[in-house]
Antibody
């Protein structure tokens, strides 16, 4: 059974960096055919895909255009976890953030979610 | 990017009733890569249907999906008390993956 356990602060100040980590159990970060995603949800923007990392003989990343200049998704194979960094946050980045496994062209396993509030 | 429009916004039904939820895409969803999720308050979305009509493991057979091209439907044949929730469609046929705005199924 795949489980995704998220960790990271729930409060970030404007202009600073949002950082979250997702620890994977029951699967490998380097599994073929699988991608590791970050998705957020807010009342104003709904469910929004942010980016992903995946391994196909080498590591690849894809990012949403809306955050492309501010986002980094990293894979840490030694800990079997991946992370999200979102720079220069504003109150509009306030949302529940989820780490999610992409497999079979769907999102099949979700982390528990982390409410991140951007406020001074 | 593909825009997904869900209707109705809210569906008020009684337990035992039949729910029909619609998801319309602004462009053809490649290979029918359309999924449906259920979300309850304070929880992450839960995968119900993928590939338009494939039920995820452990999902009751009262949930079924259909459709192709730009029009997709989720049907709940007999509503159980635990089915009252918000439902989202999502496409993975074109990048970026996108979600619909949701349909809330509430108790009448």
């Amino acid at each position: 059974q795949v489980q995704l356990q998220q960790s990271g602060p729930g409060l970030v100040k404007p202009s600073q960096t949002l950082s979250l980590t997702c620890a994977i159990s029951g699967d490998s970060l380097s599994s073929n055919g699988v991608a590791w995603n970050w998705i957020r949800q807010s009342p104003s923007r709904g469910l929004e895909w942010l980016g992903r990392t995946y391994y196909r003989s080498k590591w690849y990343n894809d990012y949403a255009v809306s955050v492309k200049s501010r986002i980094t998704v990293n894979a840490d194979t030694s800990k079997n976890q991946f992370s999200l960094q979102l720079n220069s946050v504003t109150p509009e980045d306030t949302a529940v953030y989820y780490c999610v496994r992409g497999n079979r062209n769907t999102f099949d396993y979700w982390g528990q979610g982390t409410l991140v509030t951007v406020s001074s | 990017e593909i825009v997904l429009t869900q209707s109705p916004g809210t569906l008020s039904l009684s337990p035992g009733g039949r729910a029909t939820l619609s998801c319309r895409a602004s462009q053809t969803v490649t290979n029918r890569y359309l999924s449906w999720y259920q979300q309850k308050p304070g929880q992450a979305p839960r995968l119900l249907i993928y590939g338009a009509s494939n039920r995820e493991n452990g999902i009751p057979d009262r949930f079924s999906g259909s459709g192709s091209g730009t029009d997709f439907t989720l049907t709940i044949s007999r509503l159980e008390p635990e089915d009252f929730a918000v439902y989202y469609c999502q496409q993975y046929g074109s990048s970026p993956p996108t979600f619909g705005g949701g349909t809330k199924v509430e108790i009448k």
